[in-house]
């Protein structure tokens, strides 16, 4: 089956850096998106691989390794605005989402 | 990106009434429009696919029925969700993003509440 994996909930500190990782079983792979919902609103895209490396997006950063069904998302010099769930979603061959759960991120003063 | 509105952004109604939500895509012809479902703390269910001029398709588990979807436009498409009842209470989204396309644009949401 398919199926995505993330931790429910992380805490970080205003400054500092924070990893959230995903693990991802789909059938056939069209890529790995992040998505960033503040609460009551709908998700954003934050970013999108779909080869192995590092993209990296200002303050926002995504890896991907295709071989290990791993994804992480890495946000650094965290702001208390970046409070919110980090939603991971992988894109099967019929180039349709399977959600994560999301990852609620709490950022602490 | 495209440009995503859905109207209300909240609706409080009574058990066993209907309630129509609206996504329009306001710069991008939407061939397809997902519609997906939320519940607190919990991630997007994806209720169905929207197909513009033909029937949508509907995930397992979802009633069609009970949630009609008309896709009659490239830019409109509508989900009524009929004889709602509680449980039905949850926050509805809807995207637009062609099939090969490598991102969705998400509506800001409707915020369904059935007392």
């Known amino acids: 089956g398919q199926n995505i994996d993330q931790p429910t909930e992380m805490t970080a500190t205003e400054g500092a850096i924070v990893q959230i990782n995903c693990t991802y079983q789909?059938?056939?792979?069209?890529?790995l998106f992040w998505y960033q919902q503040h609460a009551g609103e709908a998700p954003t895209f934050l970013s999108y691989?779909?080869l192995d490396g590092l993209e990296e997006k200002g303050r926002f950063s995504s890896f991907l390794s295709r071989s290990k069904g791993y994804s992480y998302l890495l946000l650094k010099e965290l702001q208390m605005k970046d409070s919110a769930s980090y939603l991971c979603?992988?894109?099967?061959?019929?180039?349709?989402?399977?959600w994560g759960a999301g990852t609620k991120l709490i950022i602490k003063p | 990106g495209a440009v995503v509105s859905q109207h209300p952004s909240r609706v409080i109604c009574k058990s066993g009434t209907s309630v129509k939500i609206e996504c329009r895509s306001l710069?991008?012809?939407?061939?397809?429009m997902f519609w997906y479902r939320q519940f607190p703390k919990q991630s997007l269910m994806l209720m169905a696919t929207?197909?513009?001029?033909?029937?949508?398709?509907?995930e397992q588990g979802v009633e069609k029925d009970k949630f009609l979807i008309n896709h009659a436009s490239l830019t409109l498409s509508t989900l009524t969700v009929t004889s709602a009842h509680p449980e039905d209470s949850s926050f509805y989204i809807c995207?637009?993003?062609?099939?090969?396309?490598?991102?969705?644009?998400f509506g800001p949401g409707t915020r369904l509440t059935v007392l």
């Open positions: 995207s637009v993003g062609e099939k090969s396309y490598n991102e969705q644009f």
């Open positions: 710069d991008f012809q939407a061939t397809t």
């Open positions: 929207s197909n513009e001029g033909s029937k949508a398709t509907y």
């Open positions: 789909t059938s056939g792979f069209n890529g």
């Open positions: 691989n779909v």
């Open positions: 979603a992988g894109m099967d061959s019929n180039y349709q989402l399977i």
